[in-house]
């Protein structure tokens, strides 16, 4: 009898013991198929995007951190680019990047509904255009709305001139993604009421405005600038006189760079003597 319990306790024992590794091993299994379906998204995602990739025909599968890539490309540069943003994605040990790359390859054309990166960088470019358009001194408490679909900007509301409704277009057109823009402003001259007259008028009369927001805010809209390369340029400002410095690539860059500055609020004057090219 008291064997026959031994045997009983026994075979219980190892049942216990093989049921419990069964469920360590499935608990492992689904943490790890948790972990790799994370990281197919991410990869995905950024992926998406990247105005280089998401135009393209690129699947992803990851299993066990190696992730397999799948799809068609035009260039060999946006293969391994795909390399590279995969291998960046933590958890990710190794990529087999089947690409093919395809000259004669055309990304299919983009449909009435915009993907994940296309609503992204829509935004950022809408948000980059109010910014510029609200920071200028031209342009500041003008009524504009923005609006971006696939890059092409649309900009509705009134201008008190033809050469604020104009500067209004080209500070848009030459935000970084921008690819066309449609300047449907109006300009409505009307003449401003006394209390309208009385604000510019203190607006006109030099409002102090700190030295850290105009530098804060050069940078950012040379940022924002397409022809531009904003971050090689330093920014300092002293009682409203803004100093750029740093190497561009031509007189035109130089120019353009200083039209930027020179059109942000609070700025008196800008000094490009350090702006090399």
């Not at 091993?25 to 991410?42: F, K, L, N, P, Y």
């Amino acid at each position: 009898m008291h064997k026959q319990s031994r045997n009983l306790f026994l075979a219980s024992a190892l049942a216990l013991a093989v049921t419990g590794t069964s469920l360590t091993a499935g608990a492992q299994e689904s943490s790890q198929a948790i972990m790799d379906a994370r990281q197919e998204a991410q990869v995905s995602t950024t992926y998406a995007l990247s105005p280089y990739l998401r135009a393209n025909d690129i699947n992803v599968k990851v299993v066990n951190g190696k992730a397999t890539l799948t799809g068609h490309v035009a260039e060999e540069v946006h293969k391994d680019l795909a390399t590279e943003i995969a291998m960046g994605v933590k958890g990710v040990t190794d990529v087999d990047n089947q690409i093919v790359v395809d000259a004669d390859y055309l990304p299919p054309k983009p449909g009435a509904e915009r993907g994940f990166g296309d609503v992204i960088s829509d935004a950022s470019i809408t948000t980059a255009v109010k910014s510029k358009l609200v920071w200028s001194k031209s342009t500041d408490g003008m009524s504009t709305q923005v609006e971006t679909r696939f890059g092409r900007v649309v900009l509705r509301g009134t201008a008190q001139s033809a050469v604020e409704r104009d500067l209004a277009g080209r500070l848009a057109l030459n935000t970084h993604g921008v690819v066309a823009v449609d300047n449907q402003l109006k300009v409505n001259a009307q003449k401003p009421d006394a209390a309208e007259s009385g604000k510019q008028a203190v607006k006109e009369a030099g409002v102090d405005i700190s030295d850290s927001w105009i530098t804060t805010k050069v940078k950012s809209s040379l940022l924002y600038t397409s022809n531009v390369a904003g971050s090689a340029i330093e920014v300092s400002t002293d009682k409203g006189v803004v100093s750029l410095s740093g190497r561009l690539n031509s007189s035109v860059e130089k120019a353009l760079a200083v039209e930027v500055a020179q059109n942000v609020r609070g700025v008196k004057s800008v000094k490009s003597a350090e702006l090399v090219f």
